[in-house]
């Protein structure tokens, strides 16, 4: 069965600081998408970014850095040099491909960044 | 750029009745679900939908939850006789194919009383 854990509940950082929110999945599949979204105070649901099983390159997009490791079963995500507006709930999402279609989340990290 | 729209945002609802929530996916969009959280809970899969029917569900998904695509554009979740428990955000997503970001819509949030 597919399963994501996200080990840290909350964690509070302050602003400027580099946080890393811990990913790390279970899959039958040897094909499957991994997946981070951002949940502001808000409610709504903000894609980040999508990997592919076969693609372990990391990637970074400004502040924001990811780090595929397919040997620990693991898709960290590196929030650098942190802002006040980066205080959300960051979720996980697992997609197979043969096995199902529906995401899975992981419980989500709440990720508060003082001013 | 193109998004998933839902409405209403916020239904009140006595508890026994039933719901509609509406949907409208990105329009070139294959593939519907439906999610809910329970609040500061996490997101859980209840359906997903393709080609004019349900291709999977999830244990949630019981026997008072069904989905509909009535045209070409919108995608609904109805509950029957809501329960204090179904109180949670309802969260519709669409995407072109297997593997694609979801994309999601704002959420519906349903409140019973």
């Known amino acids: 069965a597919q399963k994501v854990t996200q080990a840290q509940t909350e964690i509070s950082v302050v602003e400027k600081e580099d946080v890393t929110l811990d990913c790390v999945y279970e899959?039958?599949?040897?094909?499957?998408?991994l997946f981070w979204y951002k949940q502001p105070p808000s409610g709504e649901l903000v894609f980040l970014i999508r990997?592919?099983?076969?693609?372990?390159q990391n990637e970074i997009s400004g502040r924001y850095s990811w780090n595929f490791q397919k040997s620990t079963s693991s898709f960290n995500f590196t929030i650098t040099a942190s802002q006040v507006v980066d205080s959300a709930v960051y979720f996980c999402?697992?997609?197979?491909?043969?096995?199902?279609?529906?995401?899975?989340f992981g419980p989500g990290t709440r990720l508060s960044v003082l001013p | 750029e193109p998004e998933v729209t839902q409405t209403p945002s916020h239904q009140v609802t006595q508890m026994g009745q039933e719901v509609i929530l509406r949907c409208v996916p990105i329009?070139?969009?294959?593939?519907f679900y439906w999610y809910r959280q329970i609040l500061g809970q996490k997101v859980e899969f209840l359906v997903s939908?393709?080609?004019?029917?349900?291709?999977?569900k999830s244990e949630i998904f019981d026997d008072q939850f069904s989905v509909e695509r009535p045209d070409g554009s919108n995608f609904t979740l109805k509950i029957r006789s809501t329960k204090l428990e179904d109180s949670a955000m309802y969260f519709c997503?669409?995407?072109?194919?297997?593997?694609?970001?979801?994309?999601f819509g704002d959420g519906t949030r349903l409140s019973i009383l």
């Open positions: 997503a669409s995407s072109y194919s297997l593997g694609q970001p979801q994309h």
């Open positions: 899959t039958r599949d040897t094909t499957y998408y």
């Open positions: 329009s070139n969009h294959l593939y």
């Open positions: 990997r592919n099983s076969f693609d372990e």
């Open positions: 999402a697992l997609s197979e491909v043969f096995y199902g279609q529906n995401f899975v």
């Open positions: 939908f393709y080609n004019n029917e349900i291709s999977e």
